[in-house]
């Protein structure tokens, strides 16, 4: 599958990078063009700069790696070439508060559930890719050694499978964590959020389900 990566920052070039070293076809993508030609060319492995309209619609998975207002307004100015298309979020609705971050998301609320019901009839949304530190994304293995889970959550069964097919491409293993009322639990303050509830910790696939479980 073609997958386009708008936004070219900590998250969206790392992704980029990690899914292109899997054999994956993809396309990055900013509203600075200068910025998305330079990640390209930095990434290598084949990944080309596009025009982000041109990106979204011509990719079969989209990701956005935009912050939270960013990814409103895309679906906004995209509704009708997100049409059919795999939506990937890994939005976290935050801002600085002096002392770190603080959640922007009404109460009780995430940001996947604020975000899906934007996009356009016949549309899968997936949350996916956030639900770590962006620096932790070029990790390999767990310190003890094992491969690193990534969880993803979505209601849609197909477009789960097509994005678990993408992490584990990526070099993660991939674990589901629910649906879309379960986005907050990978979302940054969620109790399974590298630095939510993990505090720091990178999990293997057993740990990961476990953790799930246990809330």
């Known amino acids: 599958m073609a997958v386009a990566i708008i936004g070219t920052g900590n998250i969206g070039s790392r992704v980029a990078r990690r899914l292109a070293e ?4 993809v396309v990055v993508a900013a509203s600075d063009p200068e910025s998305a030609q330079q990640a390209a060319q930095q990434i290598g492995s084949g990944v080309r700069a596009a025009d982000v309209n041109d990106a979204i619609a011509n990719a079969d998975i989209v990701v956005f790696a935009t912050w939270f207002d960013t990814t409103k307004q895309l679906i906004a100015d995209n509704t009708d070439a997100l049409t059919g298309k795999i939506v990937v979020d890994p939005s ?12 922007l998301n009404p109460e009780g609320v995430s940001a996947g559930q604020q975000l899906a019901p934007l996009l356009p ?4 949304y997936v949350k996916a890719f956030g639900a770590l530190g962006a620096e932790s994304l070029d990790a390999t293995q767990t310190e003890n050694g094992e ?6 959550a979505t209601d849609d069964d197909a477009a789960g499978a097509a994005v678990a097919d993408l992490i584990t491409r990526g070099g993660w293993d991939a674990v589901r964590a629910g649906g879309v009322d379960d986005t907050g639990r990978i979302e940054v303050f ?9 505090n720091g910790r990178l999990l293997s ?3 990961a389900e476990t953790a799930i479980a246990s809330r």
Do not use: C, M, W
């Open 22 to 25: 899997g054999g994956e076809d």
């Open 92 to 103: 976290n609705n935050i801002a600085p508060d002096g002392d770190g971050f603080k959640s």
């Open 121 to 124: 009839p016949d549309t899968r």
């Open 147 to 152: 491969k690193v889970a990534f969880y993803y």
């Open 190 to 198: 969620g109790d399974l959020h590298q630095f939510g509830g993990l």
């Open 205 to 207: 696939k057993s740990e």
